[in-house]
């Protein structure tokens, strides 16, 4: 008899997280995990000091600090124009992580199927068959990573029973705009299928392009789990503040594992995310224009190395195909970056279902200090040199 469950066999450790293990081992700019190098804003930091001093450190509301709960409803009615009830339509968890694997496990059931976009963020997997369900994949395509309308129709089935959405996705970047929102709303509505939708990279977005929750398209607020949080906008992924935005029976089932999966999220962090979200518009611009010039400062400098780029859309990430320089193997390139060149970036396969379709394939995060970034741009420069 195996001495471990079955659903296990269907998913591997993090690639991401382990690049990042590799990155610290030989002293490799890490490049491959998308955490900021840089500083949290000024008044999040002192606001989750003066949370901590003015003892917020027992449990919370299990599923969210009233003020935090508050302050996400009215910065949704702000920037998108949704009306969000604190109270029966929100769910604070431990990152925007646990919102995925918390709704999965109160939405799905065991022998149910989940259409997934590939290539995907690599929780989407392993969490649906945590779930008892199955994933069923579906390509976006570059230059533009988008899908064909008949192949994600062909898709769904009787057993589908939910559609996971990233937007701006990772790893590719894109932004669904509204025609491609639309068919997928269609097509959820047309086989009773819920819409997961990860936005966590909401306020991460170039070219005058903007981020549209599914959420608000005709016929759609029944039937969609919004879901971010704190990570990505303010620069503090390891607070692990996210949260779920459903209607009230979508929330009251969230609800229920949330509480037996991890009870709450930290209690004075949560307090200190209530001032974050009342920031001023002022403070995305300048975020979207520090990211624009990082953005432009990494993909120019992969073009001029000889690397095929993809410019992103949206959030901090770039793929890129890496045949120029010989190789044919996603993992032995990135163990060469790490090893030889000191960079750290994440291999393609890992974030296909079918590895073939990401061999040549490797994701740089750009979501680092300009200097980092030259820095790293400098040692990839001896590629050239191979």
């Known amino acids: 008899m195996s001495r471990t469950a079955e659903r296990v066999r269907f998913f591997t450790e993090s690639v991401i997280r382990e690049m990042t293990r590799w990155a610290?081992?030989?002293?490799?700019?890490?490049?491959?995990?998308?955490?900021?190098?840089?500083?949290?804003?000024?008044?999040?930091?002192?606001?989750?000091?003066?949370?901590?001093?003015a003892d917020h450190n027992q449990y919370a509301i299990t599923w969210g600090s009233p003020r935090l709960r508050a302050a996400i409803a009215e910065k949704y009615a702000r920037f998108y124009g949704m009306a969000v009830d604190p109270e029966r339509h929100i769910t604070v968890c431990c990152g925007a992580t646990e919102c995925m694997i918390a709704t999965l496990?109160?939405?799905?059931?065991?022998?149910?199927?989940?259409?997934v976009f590939e290539p995907f963020y690599e929780n989407y997997g392993p969490d649906t068959w945590i779930s008892g369900a199955r994933p069923v994949y579906v390509p976006l395509r570059p230059p533009e990573w988008t899908f064909d309308p008949d192949e994600l129709a062909r898709a769904f089935s009787p057993r589908t029973?939910?559609?996971?959405?990233?937007?701006?996705?990772?790893?590719?970047?894109?932004?669904?705009?509204?025609?491609?929102l639309r068919i997928i709303a269609d097509l959820c509505q047309r086989h009773d299928a819920y819409v997961?939708?990860?936005?966590?990279?909401?306020?991460?977005?170039?070219?005058?392009?903007?981020?549209?929750?599914?959420?608000t398209l005709p016929g759609m607020w029944e039937r969609t789990v919004t879901i971010s949080g704190m990570s990505k906008s303010y620069a503090v992924t390891g607070w692990r503040i996210g949260w779920c935005i459903a209607?009230?029976?979508?929330?009251?089932?969230?609800?229920?594992v949330h509480d037996f999966l991890t009870v709450g999220a930290p209690a004075p962090l949560q307090e200190a995310g209530a001032v974050a979200l009342e920031f001023p518009m002022d403070y995305y611009e300048q975020m979207r224009r520090d990211y624009e010039r990082r953005r432009r400062l990494l993909v120019e400098a992969l073009e001029e190395l000889g690397f095929e780029v993809?410019?992103?859309?949206?959030?901090?990430?770039?793929?890129?195909?890496?045949?120029?320089?010989?190789?044919d193997d996603d993992t032995a390139f990135a163990m060469h970056l790490v090893r030889e060149i000191g960079v750290a970036v994440v291999p393609g396969s890992s974030f296909y279902a079918r590895p073939e379709r990401g061999r040549t394939q490797v994701r740089f995060a750009f979501c680092k200090r300009e200097e980092t970034l030259q820095q790293a741009v400098a040692r990839l420069r001896r590629l050239r040199n191979r």
């Open 196 to 215: 997961i939708t990860d936005e966590i990279y909401e306020h991460i977005v170039y070219d005058g392009r903007r981020h549209i929750p599914i959420a």
């Open 247 to 256: 209607p009230e029976d979508l929330t009251n089932a969230i609800r229920k």
């Open 105 to 115: 496990l109160a939405l799905l059931n065991p022998g149910d199927e989940v259409i």
């Open 161 to 180: 029973r939910a559609l996971i959405l990233n937007t701006p996705h990772n790893p590719t970047g894109h932004v669904f705009p509204e025609a491609e």
């Open 310 to 327: 993809w410019w992103p859309q949206g959030a901090y990430y770039v793929m890129t195909d890496f045949r120029p320089f010989g190789f």
């Open 24 to 53: 610290h081992h030989y002293g490799a700019i890490n490049l491959a995990q998308g955490f900021p190098d840089f500083p949290a804003p000024e008044p999040l930091k002192a606001a989750a000091v003066q949370a901590i001093m």
